[in-house]
C-alpha cells in the first residue's frame, strides 16, 4: 500500500506564494508519475502540474510561468511552489502518484488526502 500526505496549504492574499509538499510512503519501487491536481468547489478535478520519471514536465497553461513543480527522489517527495497566487487559484490540491511496485509490475495511481488553497483578493 503507498500513502501520500500534502502539506503546505492555507490562506495568503493575492500575489503571494505558498510551497506545497507531498511525501509518499510505502512499498514504493519507484514513480511513473508525480503529479498535482485542483478541485475548486462545483469544478472538475484538474491538473495542475506533472513530473515524468523521466523528468519530463508538463503544467496547466493557467499556471505557466508562476508554478513549478520538483522532486526529491530520495525522499520520495514532490513540491509545488506556487508563487504570483491568484484568488482563481483558490482550491483543494491533491497529490497524485503513478507508482511501480516492482520494475516489472506497476502497483496502480494513488491520491493524497488534499490541502486546502485559498488565496485571498
Known amino acids: 500500500q503507498v500513502q501520500l500526505v500534502e502539506s503546505g496549504g492555507g490562506l495568503v492574499q493575492a500575489g503571494g506564494s505558498l510551497r506545497l509538499s507531498c511525501v509518499a510512503s510505502g512499498s514504493i519501487f519507484s514513480f511513473n508519475a508525480m503529479g498535482w491536481y485542483r478541485q475548486a468547489p462545483g469544478k472538475q478535478r484538474e491538473l495542475v502540474a506533472r513530473?515524468?520519471?523521466?523528468?519530463?514536465?508538463n503544467y496547466a497553461d493557467s499556471v505557466k510561468g508562476r508554478f513549478t513543480i520538483s522532486r526529491d527522489n530520495a525522499k520520495n517527495t514532490v513540491y509545488l511552489q506556487m508563487n504570483s497566487l491568484k484568488p482563481e487559484d483558490t482550491a483543494v490540491y491533491y497529490c497524485n502518484a503513478d507508482v511501480q511496485a516492482t520494475m516489472y509490475r506497476r502497483m496502480g495511481d494513488y491520491w493524497g488526502q488534499g490541502t486546502q488553497v485559498t488565496v485571498s483578493s
Open positions: 513530473i515524468t520519471r523521466g523528468g519530463s514536465i
